[in-house]
């Protein structure tokens, strides 16, 4: 059998190979920059709005005063959900994992509401729709499982403070909402990132953006992609105090174990995000059980930098964001679930961009198996086995 995939680059993890041409994103990872549609994050996170951020990442410019208004107003129309996804939430088991809730969600929403079938309804619509009822979603099973009555969406507000209300079922004040729309637009976009490529694979093959953005949210949904943030909540609990972290990093280091919150295939350096989110913790963070927490973070960024700094272990967005969810009142399950929110926007994106030139992916492997078994022969030596 002439094997052609021995003459096939092979890279594990994809790492340094690229699979799309992209104007939405860019990372410079030794300068710990990211930008999108050619804006510093941190200069959005600053001045913007996560309607406009997701606005700009779908169109590729910023939106007139008139576009944004208008794409705000589509997105509020959107948000409320169907009797038939209410009903699913209350029937899923109050200890589901938020993150396993709106992927049932989201695939659920392709039945009920999917409109882009080449008559008209274009691929922004559905990623309207998506995109504004994803909060909905979340606020909702909070609500179910605490059997509380959930509170519906407000059109009056903005996408973060909306989700704010939904979720507290009280108007947030302005600065917190503010905080909570800067967190958003941080998370919104990071290039051809794991939960990205895996949208992108499902988009490739022409299938629809509710099926691209369910494969997405359960890639994210993994403990090194958007699952490390619960973890590094988990662990800054464990630690307990700051005079614990060497032993702790110690233990770590020594078992071959990584620390959450820490490291990036493609950041060598301070991931941008983190530097923000670890200003906004600073500036936010006035419980009890939220300055502990930062006081052992600080602590454990000082040693691992000090310590792997060298290798280009430094925090990542995940890092400090936990603390200040937390803050927010958002409960830690959540937190990968507020990361997929955001997300949403930049994968959208991707899937438009992606399928405007489409190619189908498709890898190939190296394979290492037999090539010559015997059926019948090896039937009879199995039986006697
Ligand atoms: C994000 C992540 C998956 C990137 O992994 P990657 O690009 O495949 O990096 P590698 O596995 O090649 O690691 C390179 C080296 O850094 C070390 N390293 C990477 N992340 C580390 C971490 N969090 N803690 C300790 N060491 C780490 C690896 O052990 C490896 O060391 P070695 O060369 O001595 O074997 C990885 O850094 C990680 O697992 N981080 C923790 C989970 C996390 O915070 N994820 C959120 C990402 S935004």
């Not at 060598?268 to 989110?277: F, G, I, W």
């Not at 603390?323 to 991707?350: N, Q």
Request: hydrophobic share 40%.
């Amino acid at each position: 059998m002439g094997d052609t995939t021995k003459q096939v680059p092979f890279v594990k993890g994809l790492e340094g190979v690229a699979v799309a041409i992209s104007s939405i994103s860019h990372i410079d990872g030794k300068a710990g920059r990211l930008i999108y549609r050619g804006f510093s994050v941190e200069e959005l996170a600053q001045y913007s709005n996560f309607e406009e951020v997701a606005f700009l990442l779908w169109h590729g410019k910023l939106p007139t005063d008139f576009e944004l208004t208008d794409f705000k107003r589509k997105l509020a129309r959107e948000r409320s959900l169907s009797s038939e996804i209410s009903q699913l939430l209350r029937l899923l088991p109050a200890s589901s994992h938020p993150m396993d809730v709106l992927r049932t969600a989201v695939s659920a929403m392709g039945v009920l509401y999917r409109r882009c079938d080449g008559s008209g309804f274009s691929l922004i619509e559905d990623a309207i729709s998506i995109l504004s009822k994803i909060p909905t979603v979340l606020a909702a099973f909070e609500a179910a499982r605490n059997n509380r009555p959930p509170v519906l969406p407000s059109a009056e507000l903005d996408h973060a403070a909306n989700f704010l209300y939904m979720l507290h079922g009280k108007l947030p004040e302005e600065k917190v909402a503010r905080v909570f729309d800067a967190i958003l637009i941080l998370h919104a976009e990071q290039e051809m990132n794991a939960s990205t490529f895996a949208a992108t694979v499902t988009a490739s093959t022409l299938s629809d953006i509710f099926s691209a953005i369910t494969s997405a949210i359960g890639t994210l949904k993994g403990p090194i992609h958007g699952g490390a943030s619960e973890r590094v909540i988990e662990m800054l609990d464990e630690i307990g105090d700051p005079a614990n972290v060497e032993t702790f990093i110690e233990e770590k280091m020594s078992a071959g174990k990584r620390i959450m919150g820490f490291g990036h295939r493609i950041y060598k350096t301070y991931d941008p995000r983190a530097v923000v989110l670890k200003s906004m913790a600073k500036e936010l963070v006035k419980s009890d059980p939220g300055r502990k927490r930062l006081e052992v973070a600080l602590k454990l960024e000082e040693v691992v930098v000090e310590r792997l700094g060298e290798k280009g272990i430094y925090p990542n967005v995940d890092f400090y964001s936990g603390i200040v969810y937390s803050e927010l009142g958002i409960p830690k399950d959540f937190f990968t679930a507020i990361f997929a929110m955001a997300r949403c926007a930049g994968w959208a994106a991707h899937i438009m961009e992606y399928t405007e030139s489409n190619r189908i992916f498709r890898p190939r492997a190296i394979y290492e198996g037999s090539t010559d078994l015997r059926y019948l022969e090896e039937k009879a030596k199995a039986r006697c086995e």
